[in-house]
Each structure stands twice: as C-alpha cells, then as structure tokens.
C-alpha cells in the first residue's frame, strides 16, 4: 500500500492517541462519523481543506497525516528486514506498519540502529586486535622476550656441562629479559587500559559508573558534608553518558549517602583512632547492619582508614554489580570472578560474617585480609523467598597469614592447577 | 663440509639461544638481524636452511620469503619462520608465501631442534 493512501491510518492513530472517540473527531470536523470510518480505514481519499481541518483538531501538521513517518524511518525499516537475513512476507507494507504504529517502527529502527553501532564497535575491537600496529607490537615484545627468556633457562637448565664463558653470558641474557618482560608487559596492560577508557568501552553502563566513582576516589565529600545531593554530583559529569551510568551511579550514591548518616565520617575516624578495625563493633557503635560497615571502610579516604581498601559487592546471581580496586587483587572487568572468594562463600550463608586470609594466584605473594557478609536486598516477606546480596572489603596486608587461601581473579586468566571451582581452561598454560 | 642455517632474527637474545643450540648440533650459523638485506644475504650464503621472524625491521619475513621463492634456485629451500603471531589467517598467509613450517613464539629449543632436524632431513639433505 503506497504511503500517500494511508492518511486515514495515521488519522486513526493520532485520535487514538489523544483518546479522541471516532464522533468527537468528526463532529469538530465537521463530517459524519461514518464519513470519518470510511477515510480512517483508507477507503475514501482525504485532502484539501478537510484534511487541514482534522489535523487542525488533532493538533498536527497536515503534512504528517497525508506524508506519515519519515522516509529515514521506513528506509530504516527497509534496512532492518534486509539485514534480518529473514523474508519478510509484509515488506510490501513497510508504509502501512510505518503509519499504523509508529511507536512501534521507531522502537525497531532504533533497535536496528543499535545493533549496527554494536556491529561497528566489534569490528572495531577485531581490527584493533588483528591490525592495531602498537597493539601487535607490543604483543610482539612480550611474546619475544618470553621466547628469549624461555630458550635461554632451558640452555641453562638442560645444558649439561656448560662452559663459564657461555653460562655467565646466558644468566646475563635471562636477567636483561626479565627485566625487558617485566617493562614490556607494563606497557601492554596500560595500553589495553588507555584504549578501555576510549570510546569504544562507551556503552557499558557499569564501566561509567565505575569510571565515575574512580574520579572521585571513591570519596565524595559533599555527600559527608550534605552539602550535596546525589543528583547533584551526577549533573554534567562527563564519565556518565548514559542514562543507565547515570541510573547505577545514583543508586551506589543514595547507598553511599545512606551509610555516610548513620558513620558520619568524624565520629568514625574518632572510633578508628582509638581500637583496632573491628567492623562488628563498629556496627554496633553506630547501630547498623555489618554491610553497611564494610561499605563504608571501603568509602573512607586512605589517610581515614590508614591503608588501602578494596570492595565488591555482587548479587544473587554472583554478579559483581560494584568494584572498588584495590592493589595488588584482581578482579575481573568482564564475566565471572573466581568463585572462591569469600564473597560467595559468604553468599550462600547469608547473615554470617565470613572472614579469610587469601592469597591470588599468579601475581605475588601479598595476602589480603577479607571481610564479607550477605544481606537481604529487600524487606522478607512471607511467600516470597528473599533475594541477597553480598559485600566483600579487601584490606592488603593480612595480618598473621597462616596459610591463606589460594584464590584467582577469574578462571580464563588463573593459572591454579587442579583447581575444583574450574569453569573454563585458563588462557595462561604455566604457572608464572 | 657442515650444515649451514641463515638466521634472520631481530632479537639478540634469541638469536644466541639459537646460535647455540644449532652450533652444538653441528651447524654453522650466519645470524642477521635486518630485514632489508635478508634476501641478499640468503642468496649470497646459500644455506641450507633459513630461520626467520615474521616481524622485521627493514622488510617483513613474508615479503622476504615471497622474493626468495619468486627467485631462481631458492624454490626448495626450507624455511622455517618464527612469529609471535599465531592466527590461522598468519598461518595461511605463510603458508601461502611459500613458508616451508611455521613456529610461534615462545617455543622450547626442543621444538626448534626437532622443526630444523625434520626440514633438512626432508629437503633430501640429511
């Protein structure tokens, strides 16, 4: 059907609308309803004054009744059935569904839009994997170096009796390598993390909202002060582009703000200077709940707490829906993170406080100190079973590490042997 | 008279890793590192082998490979071609150019060993 003798379709959709009934809008116009049925299911021909009137009443321009959608949107529509792969038995009728529900038409051309954008990002990122010279470069570097050092200490390792001249040159050799690997590897990862931070990470709601948090230090002095709220800080700040960054970041705020009242930040660092970090006693110095405690050490600036402090928090699925770095413990940007962390551990036994000494594998020898607890995210009812959460506070350094728990980052990147939490091989085929 | 293997490697600690595993096994090695000269140099030395990198200064271990196998009297030579690299699509390029095996980084010097030992012996010269 051509667009032009669709007029009465979107006469038809515009009343509904405005909830206008078939008799109000013909009676303004000054027809018969059943004139208006007629030119409504397109089978009388509109235009001249007549049209003018109704588009008068219906509060449009005559040219968006007799013209309908935009040729953008129905070219889209066209693109959108083209890419699908699929026939389409109506495309004939891309007009009509055009004109009849055009919410609708915009909600499919805007889906098509995205998953071009999307389609262009992946291409992009593949691109840069395949092409991206400093990229390829740099993996060239590490991968000759590690080739380098791999060959040299199997000469010395292997070599039965070696002459000095060659072992001294050989230990030389290894030594400069491992330095050059050390260097090499540095530049890749901050690298990788310069082009993270690019444009083509936009999108990710929850990166933003990290990003966000991390320009602040994960300190906001204004929400301490109440001096500020949480809208307020999200108002022009550039790291949050989407209205979904905008949506997680005002909630970790409010939760942020939340917390900060019931601590206020003196009275808290008065409680930290005088005892120990004992979050139990301090929730019950400040008659609240042992999450809201860990949140809160993890929100303290460093010369507050007097070190460092990492935090995560995931939901009932084991999603990590907050990630406070901390140096030396890896956590995951994308997918699962290892699942002995006692994070999860203290998932599945909600209410009880879990603390361990754990130890990542494959990067250093640093303990860390972890606290975690899970609490129910909403109010328990009866027959309805409730959902948890669970947060996790990472101090570095624990104290009297006797035998820490080995854990990992995530699966893909941990080179634990004969682990039992295993999901998938590691990409790392030694040990470091 | 020895075996003689060209290598062409721009990195200096893994041609002396090489350089000595190869001298121990009885082959005198030429070791160079631009890409610009390699193909002269291979011509000029007719070895009876020739390890190269992928990535070169001067000119890649393609083109090298592409100009050495476009040339007269080079057609069999075996080449074995070092690469950080590993993609089927860099294998199939390789392949393509007239690499003879292709070997990604970092390998063990048995791999090394075992890859010359079975290219020369291939070659009908062993």
């Not at chain 1, 010369?303 to 402090?309: C, D, K, N, S």
């Not at chain 2, 990604?104 to 009908?124: I, M, W, Y």
Request: glycine share 8%; charged share 25%; hydrophobic share 40%.
């Amino acid at each position: 059907m051509a667009r032009d003798t669709l007029t009465g379709s979107r006469i038809r959709e515009r009343r509904l609308i405005l909830g206008l009934r078939q008799a109000e809008l013909a009676r303004e116009a000054g027809i018969s309803a059943s004139y208006l049925n007629l030119i409504e299911h397109n089978r009388r021909r509109i235009g001249g004054k007549l049209l003018v009137d109704i588009a008068g009443v219906l509060g449009v321009e005559p040219s968006m009744l007799s013209e309908g959608a935009e040729a953008a949107l129905i070219s889209t529509l066209r693109e959108a059935a083209a890419d699908s792969g699929v026939p389409v038995a109506e495309l004939d009728r891309v007009d009509e569904f055009a004109g009849r529900f055009p919410g609708w038409a915009e909600v499919l051309a805007a889906g098509h839009r995205r998953i071009a954008t999307l389609e262009r990002t992946v291409e992009t990122l593949s691109d840069r994997l395949t092409h991206d010279p400093n990229l390829a470069a740099s993996v060239h570097e590490v991968l000759s170096t590690a080739a380098a050092i791999r060959s040299t200490a199997s000469i010395l390792a292997e070599t039965g009796e070696l002459e000095p001249e060659w072992r001294d040159r050989f230990h030389k050799n290894l030594n400069e390598d491992s330095l050059r690997l050390s260097e090499s590897s540095r530049a890749l990862v901050s690298f990788l993390d310069e082009g993270d931070a690019g444009e083509d990470r936009r999108g990710m709601p929850q990166e933003e909202a990290e990003a966000f948090f991390q320009n602040n230090g994960f300190h906001f002095p204004a929400l301490e002060e109440g001096s500020a709220e949480p809208e307020d800080l999200l108002e022009n700040e550039p790291a949050l582009a989407s209205e979904a960054a905008r949506s997680l970041a005002r909630a970790a705020l409010e939760q942020y703000r939340a917390d900060a009242r019931v601590m206020p930040l003196k009275a808290l660092a008065r409680e930290l200077q005088s005892t120990v970090i004992s979050p139990v006693a301090l929730a019950r110095r400040f008659g609240c709940g042992l999450p809201a405690v860990l949140r809160r050490l993890a929100a303290l600036p460093e010369e507050v707490l007097g070190h460092e402090a990492g935090l995560v928090i995931c939901d009932a699925s084991g999603t990590l829906l907050f990630r406070k770095p901390v140096t030396g413990f890896a956590m995951p940007r994308f997918g699962a993170s290892c699942p002995l962390w006692p994070l999860y551990t203290a998932l599945v036994n909600p209410h009880v406080p879990v603390r361990r000494n754990v130890v990542q594998q494959g990067r250093n020898t640093a303990a860390f100190d972890c606290l975690a607890v899970a609490w129910p995210q909403n109010q328990p009812d009866f027959g309805e079973d409730p959902l948890y959460r669970a947060v996790m506070l990472i101090l570095p350094g624990a104290k009297d590490a006797q035998d820490p728990q080995p854990v990992g980052a995530s699966c893909r990147i941990c080179p634990r042997r004969g682990c039992t939490a295993r999901r998938e091989p590691s990409i790392l085929k030694e040990e470091f | 008279m020895g075996r003689h293997v060209v290598l062409i490697e721009d990195e200096p600690n893994i041609t002396e890793a090489i350089r000595f595993l190869l001298t121990r096994d009885g082959w005198s090695v030429d070791a160079h590192t631009d890409g610009a000269t390699a193909v002269e140099v291979i011509r000029d030395a007719n070895p009876d082998l020739v390890i190269l990198d992928l990535m070169l200064p001067g000119k890649s271990g393609l083109e090298i490979v592409r100009e050495l196998r476009g040339g007269e009297g080079m057609t069999a030579l075996p080449v074995l071609m070092l690469t950080a690299r590993g993609q089927m699509r860099d294998r199939e390029m390789a392949e393509k150019a007239g690499v003879t095996r292709f070997m990604t980084k970092p390998f063990s010097n048995a791999e090394v060993l075992t890859a010359v030992r079975d290219l020369h012996a291939q070659a009908g010269q062993g």
